[in-house]
C-alpha cells in the first residue's frame, strides 16, 4: 500500500529514515541492509546529504529503494535552493518515480545516521509553493510546457512544543502548509506521551493526519548527548536513569521503544523511526511494539 492510500484510510503508518551513503559505503549497500524490514514500513525517507562538498545522491538511493519494493520519500530543503533548482530536483525525483516529498519548517532536527545540528532545513513556504503549483499545473515556472502534471504525496515537519500552549504563529504555519497541501505533519522528537496528547488537542482542528517521531536511543551516553549537544532536556531524566541501571542496555532501548509506540497508536496516524545508524538493528524494534 502507498503512503498516500495509508494516510487515506486511516492506517496507522510506520516510516523510517536513512542517511545518502558516502565515502565507502553505496546505496546498493544500504538497500541491501533495509531488506531486513521490507514490508514493516509504509515509507522510508532519504536526507540530502552535503558533507565539506561532498554532496551525496539521494534521488538514485530513492530509486533504488523504491525498485526493490520501498516507498521512498525524497527529503529536501530549500533553503539553499532557487525556484529554478527546486523544479529540476523534484522534475528528477518524479521521473524517476518517487511520489513521497518531506519538507521542514524548523531550523534544526536530529537526522539521518548521526546526532547533529543541521541549519538546513528551514523553508521559504512562498517559494516551494509556487513551484509545487506550477508542476501541479503541467507547467514550468516560466510558464512552458512540461508536457504533463504531477504531485507528490507531501509531508512537513513541525515543532512540538511537549504539551505547551502552541503559538498562534505556530499553528498559523501549520495552516498555510495544510493550504499547500500537506497529507501529514512530522513532529520533532516525541518522548512524554502525557504532554504529546496535550499537543494533538491543538492541532486536531486542522484535520491533517499527525506522524510522531521517535528517537531509537540505545544507551544513556547518546542521550546524554542528544541533551548537550542537541536541546536540553529533549530526552528526559526518567529516560536516561533506566538505560543508565539497566543491566540489558539492549533490552531497556527495545522497551522504551515498544512502550512509547503502544501509547501513540491511541493518539496520532503514525510514527517515524529515527535510527541513528542503526537501521539494520531496527527488527526487534519493531517485533515489541507489534508493528507487522
Request: glycine share 8%; net charge neutral; proline share 3%.
Amino acid at each position: 500500500m502507498k503512503l498516500k492510500e495509508a494516510l487515506g484510510n486511516r492506517k496507522f503508518v510506520v516510516t523510517s529514515e536513512v542517511q545518502t551513503p558516502l565515502g565507502d559505503d553505496s546505496p546498493e549497500k544500504l538497500v541491501e541492509r533495509m531488506k531486513r524490514i521490507r514490508g514493516r514500513v509504509d515509507g522510508v525517507a532519504v536526507t540530502d546529504v552535503d558533507l565539506q562538498g561532498v554532496v551525496g545522491d539521494s534521488i538514485h538511493t530513492c530509486e533504488l529503494l523504491r525498485q526493490n519494493r520501498f516507498s521512498p520519500i525524497y527529503q529536501t530543503t530549500t533553503r539553499d535552493k532557487n525556484r529554478i533548482q527546486l523544479q529540476k530536483d523534484l522534475t528528477l525525483a518524479h521521473q524517476s518515480g518517487i511520489e513521497n516529498l518531506l519538507v521542514f519548517t524548523e531550523d534544526y532536527r536530529i537526522s539521518g545516521d548521526s546526532v547533529q545540528e543541521e541549519m538546513f532545513f528551514h523553508v521559504d513556504a512562498g517559494k516551494l509553493s509556487s513551484v509545487l503549483q506550477h508542476l501541479r499545473d503541467g507547467r514550468s515556472i516560466d510558464g512552458a510546457d512540461l508536457g504533463e502534471a504531477f504531485d507528490f504525496t507531501l509531508g512537513s515537519g513541525i515543532e512540538s512544543p511537549w504539551g505547551k500552549q502552541l503559538p498562534k504563529k505556530g499553528l498559523y504555519s501549520m495552516e498555510n502548509l495544510k493550504m499547500m497541501g500537506a497529507g501529514y505533519f512530522l513532529t520533532t522528537p516525541i518522548f512524554d506521551l502525557e504532554q504529546f496528547e496535550k499537543f494533538m488537542r491543538q492541532v486536531a482542528p486542522l484535520g491533517v493526519p499527525v506522524i510522531a517521531e521517535v528517537l531509537l536511543l540505545r544507551n544513556a551516553a547518546m542521550a546524554r548527548f542528544i541533551n548537550r549537544h542537541f536541546k536540553a532536556g529533549l530526552v528526559p531524566d526518567w529516560v536516561i536513569q533506566k538505560l543508565d541501571k539497566a543491566t540489558d542496555k539492549r533490552q531497556a532501548s527495545i522497551e522504551l521503544f515498544g512502550d512509547l509506540a503502544r501509547g501513540l497508536r491511541e493518539m496520532c496516524q503514525g510514527l517515524h523511526i529515527i535510527t541513528l545508524g542503526g537501521e539494520e538493528k531496527l527488527q526487534p524494534y519493531l517485533d515489541a511494539a507489534n508493528l507487522r
